[in-house]
C-alpha cells in the first residue's frame, strides 16, 4: 500500500517526558514536513527536510527536534522543553522536482499530556 | 508573513445545496492547495491549483492568481463533504513551504 504512515494513532506524554512520533512514506518523496494542528485552527510548520541529512526550522520548531537519516523516514521528537503539547501532528511529504510541490498527508498522531 | 484569509468561516446547508468558498492571499504564490479534512483528522487533496480552472467530479476550483483569490464550488453538497475546507499556499519565493488558511467549517444536513 503506497502513501504516509503515522504512528501512534494516539500517545500519551507524562510531566518532563520526550517522546517520539513516526512518520514513514514509501513514495520515494524527497521532501518530508511536520505540521501540529491546535483545535479550531489551521495547521503550522515545525520542520522540514527537503533532503537526507538536512532539515530546516519551520514556524513553530522550539521544543521540538527531527532527525532524516533515510529518505522514507521523518521522525519527530517533542521535547519536555515543548510547554503545550498536546496537539493534532500531521506529516506530510512531496516530490521537488519539476516545481510541482505537492504535499500528501498521513492519518496524523493525536498526542496528549497525562 | 503571507496572509491566508477563508471565508466564511462557518457554513451549513442542506443536502444538494451549492456552494463557494473563498481563499484570499496577500503576496504572490506559486502553488496552492485545497484539502478537505474529514472528521477523523485525515487531510485529503482536493486540487493544486496555482492558476486556471480545474473540475473533478462536483468539485472544482478557479484560482485568479493576479487579483490573489481561488475559489472552491461545491454543487449538489451531500453529507460526506461535511468537514473542514483549507487552501495552503507558497509564497513565490519561498521554497516549498505551505502556508495554511484557518479553513471554513461545511456541515451538510439531510
Known amino acids: 500500500d503506497g502513501g504516509i504512515t503515522q504512528s501512534p494513532k494516539y500517545l500519551f506524554r507524562k510531566e518532563g517526558q520526550n517522546v517520539t512520533l513516526s512518520c514513514e512514506q514509501n513514495?520515494?518523496?524527497?521532501?518530508m514536513y511536520w505540521y501540529r494542528q491546535d483545535p479550531g485552527q489551521g495547521l503550522r510548520l515545525i520542520y522540514y527536510?527537503?533532503?537526507?541529512?538536512?532539515?530546516q526550522k519551520g514556524d513553530i520548531a522550539e521544543g521540538y527536534s527531527v532527525s532524516r537519516e533515510k529518505k522514507e523516514s521523518f521522525p519527530l521528537t517533542v521535547t519536555s522543553a515543548q510547554k503545550n503539547p498536546t496537539a493534532f501532528y500531521l506529516c506530510?511529504?512531496?516530490?521537488?522536482?519539476?516545481?510541482?510541490?505537492?504535499?500528501?498527508f498521513g492519518a496524523g498522531t493525536r498526542l496528549s499530556v497525562l | 508573513g503571507i496572509q491566508v484569509e477563508q471565508s466564511p468561516p462557518d457554513l451549513i446547508l442542506q443536502e444538494g445545496a451549492n456552494s463557494t468558498l473563498r481563499c484570499n492571499f496577500s503576496?504572490?504564490?506559486?502553488?496552492l492547495q485545497w484539502f478537505h479534512q474529514n472528521p477523523w483528522g485525515q487531510l485529503i487533496n482536493l486540487f493544486y491549483?496555482?492558476?486556471g480552472t480545474k473540475q473533478n467530479g462536483r468539485l472544482s476550483a478557479t484560482t485568479v492568481a493576479t487579483e490573489r483569490y481561488s475559489l472552491l464550488y461545491i454543487s449538489s453538497s451531500q453529507t460526506t463533504d461535511s468537514g473542514v475546507y483549507f487552501c495552503?499556499?507558497?509564497?513565490?519565493?519561498?521554497?516549498?513551504?505551505?502556508?495554511f488558511g484557518t479553513g471554513t467549517q461545511l456541515k451538510v444536513e439531510l
Open positions: 527536510s527537503q533532503i537526507v541529512n538536512d532539515f
Open positions: 513514495l520515494n518523496h524527497d521532501a
Open positions: 506530510a511529504s512531496s516530490l521537488v522536482a519539476g516545481g510541482r510541490n505537492i504535499q500528501y
Open positions: 495552503a499556499v507558497v509564497l513565490t519565493g519561498g521554497g516549498n513551504k505551505l502556508t
Open positions: 491549483i496555482p492558476s
Open positions: 503576496d504572490s504564490v506559486n502553488n
